[in-house]
């Protein structure tokens, strides 16, 4: 069941996706819409939007705030 928009990851502000150092919310944080992606040399985490259910406990986890829902991305949504 979907309740809201799901959530995206800025990839050009994830320390992950920059330089590798960062994988708190693969790590220590147990939603099963996130996973690995490689793309070339990179590599990061992604939000599977078919799997996130909008619930934003991913904002809490993010150190860098780059978890944003997919309105926040296009400069479409409300501040939180
Ligand atoms: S914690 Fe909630 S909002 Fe974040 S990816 Fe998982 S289901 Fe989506
Ligand atoms: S916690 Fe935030 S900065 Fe760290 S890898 Fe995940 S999305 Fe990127």
Same mark, same amino acid.
């Given at each position: 069941m979907k309740w809201i928009d799901p959530c995206v990851i800025v990839e050009a502000d994830c320390a992950s996706w920059k330089s590798?150092? #960062?994988n708190v919310c693969i790590d220590h944080f147990g939603c099963v819409a996130f996973y690995w992606r490689h793309e070339g040399e990179r590599a990061g985490p992604q939000i599977d939007e078919a799997m996130c259910?909008?619930?934003?406990? #991913?904002f809490q986890v993010c150190p860098l705030n780059v978890i944003v829902d997919v309105d926040e991305q296009t400069g479409t949504g409300s501040e939180r």
């Open positions: 590798g150092k #960062c259910t909008g619930c934003r406990l #991913c």
